[in-house]
Nanobody, 115 residues
Framework: QVHLVESGGGRVQAGGSLRLSCAASGSIFRLNTMRWYRQTPGKQREFVASISSGGSTNYSDFVRGRFTVSRDNAKNTVYLQMDSLNPEDTAVYYC?????????WGQGTLVTVSS
């Protein structure tokens, strides 16, 4: 069974930090680029960060320098360390990977940043 499960969301004050985790089934994690997206009500889901199987990373402009994506291949888990959070980062954060041509999504984890 292929699945992604996010955790680590919560409420934090502006300037604070959170670390999100995404646990993946082994079949989807190995040799796969893992991605983080986020979505707020009324808006399209937007790309946040990605990390390839080899560890190459990519970030959107609005998180570069504040967020860090990493992966633990032994645990089939990808992380998103979020620092210097601001209220505009409030969103549901989703983990994503492509498996045999199909986009697989987790259920999402809510991050709320208060001013």
């Amino acid at each position: 069974q292929v699945h992604l499960v996010e955790s680590g969301g919560g409420r934090v004050q502006a300037g604070g930090s959170l670390r999100l985790s995404c646990a993946a089934s082994g079949s989807i994690f190995r040799l796969n680029t893992m991605r983080w997206y986020r979505q707020t009500p009324g808006k399209q889901r937007e790309f946040v960060a990605s990390i390839s199987s080899g560890g190459s990373t990519n970030y959107s402009d609005f998180v570069r320098g504040r967020f860090t994506v990493s992966r633990d291949n032994a645990k089939n888990t990808v992380y998103l360390q979020m620092d210097s959070l601001n209220p505009e980062d409030t969103a549901v954060y989703y983990c994503n990977a492509n498996y045999r041509g199909i986009a697989v999504w987790g259920q999402g984890t809510l991050v709320t940043v208060s001013s």
